[in-house]
């Protein structure tokens, strides 16, 4: 089993919304920082959002910025993104992840840095 699970996506039209949440287990446990990635047919994954799961810090890719918000929720060890206002350009597979340790700067936002993912869920924006 991946130590994270996604779900919440789906099939929306332009303007709508949907909220994915990632549920941990295992390792995921007292990670740094998680994070949703997402990654369209034929392009490279890129960061969405992340948050430090101790101080709540947020960050967030520019596009998405005022139209998505990420969250987490310690007591049931999940972490959820609400998407708003939804483009077809968000059309994408959406990745949860989280990382042991602290990042700073352009580290937390490369894939490449978070040990943990699971396996995605589909998001299809259509106009």
């Known amino acids: 089993q991946a130590p994270l699970v996604e779900s919440g996506g789906g099939l929306v039209q332009v303007g709508g919304s949907l909220r994915l949440s990632c549920e941990s287990s295992g390792r995921a446990f007292g990670s740094y920082a998680w994070a949703w990635f997402r990654q369209a047919p034929g392009k490279e994954r890129e960061f969405v959002a992340a948050?430090?799961?101790?101080?709540?810090?947020?960050v967030y890719l520019g596009s998405v910025e005022g139209r998505f918000a990420i969250s987490r929720d310690s007591a049931s060890n999940q972490v959820y993104l609400q998407m708003d206002r939804l483009k077809a350009e968000d059309t994408a597979r959406y990745y949860c992840?989280?990382?042991?340790?602290?990042?700073?700067?352009?580290?937390?936002?490369?894939?490449?840095?978070?040990?943990?993912w699971g396996q995605g869920t589909l998001v299809t924006v259509s106009s």
């Open positions: 948050v430090t799961w101790r101080a709540g810090k947020k």
């Open positions: 992840a989280s990382r042991q340790t602290y990042c700073s700067g352009s580290v937390c936002y490369d894939s490449r840095e978070y040990e943990d």
